[in-house]
C-alpha cells in the first residue's frame, strides 16, 4: 500500500510542470490604456479586500465593546479600532476616486466597482 501511495505521489509531482506548461504565457499590456485598465484591477481586488477587512475589524471591535464590561481601557481600544478601520475605508475610497479621476483625464473608460 505504501508503494502504491508513494508511486502516485511521484507520478503526480512529475505531471505538474507538464500540466503548467500547457497554459498559455500571460499577455502583457502593450498600450497606456490597457497598463491603466491592468492597475484598476489591482486596485479593485485590494479596495475589496480591505473593504471585507475592515467589516471584520469593526466585528471584532463589537466584541471588544460587549465584552469590556465599563473598562475604560477595553472600550478606548475599541474605539480606536473602529476608527483605524474607517480611516482605511475612506483611504480605500479616495484611491478608487482618484483611479475615477485620471481615467476621466485620460479619456478612459472605467468602472467604479
Known amino acids: 500500500m505504501k508503494k502504491i501511495i508513494l508511486s502516485l505521489l511521484l507520478l503526480c509531482f512529475l505531471a ?3 500540466i503548467g506548461l ?3 504565457p ?3 499590456a502593450t498600450t497606456s490604456e490597457e497598463v491603466f485598465l491592468t492597475i484598476n484591477s489591482i486596485i479593485s481586488w485590494l479596495f475589496w479586500i480591505l473593504i471585507f477587512g475592515a467589516a471584520l475589524v469593526v466585528a ?3 466584541y471588544l465593546f460587549l465584552t469590556a464590561a465599563g473598562d475604560p481601557d477595553k472600550t478606548s481600544k475599541a474605539r480606536n479600532y473602529i476608527m483605524y ?3 482605511a475605508v475612506v483611504i480605500g475610497f ?3 476616486g482618484i ?5 476621466t483625464m485620460l479619456g478612459i473608460t472605467v468602472s467604479f466597482w
Request: glycine letters at 0%; proline letters at 9%.
Open 85 to 87: 478601520a474607517l480611516v
Open 99 to 103: 483611479i475615477a479621476l485620471v481615467s
Open 94 to 96: 479616495l484611491a478608487k
Open 26 to 28: 500571460p499577455r502583457v
Open 22 to 24: 500547457a497554459q498559455e
Open 16 to 18: 505538474v510542470p507538464i
Open 60 to 62: 471584532f471591535s463589537a
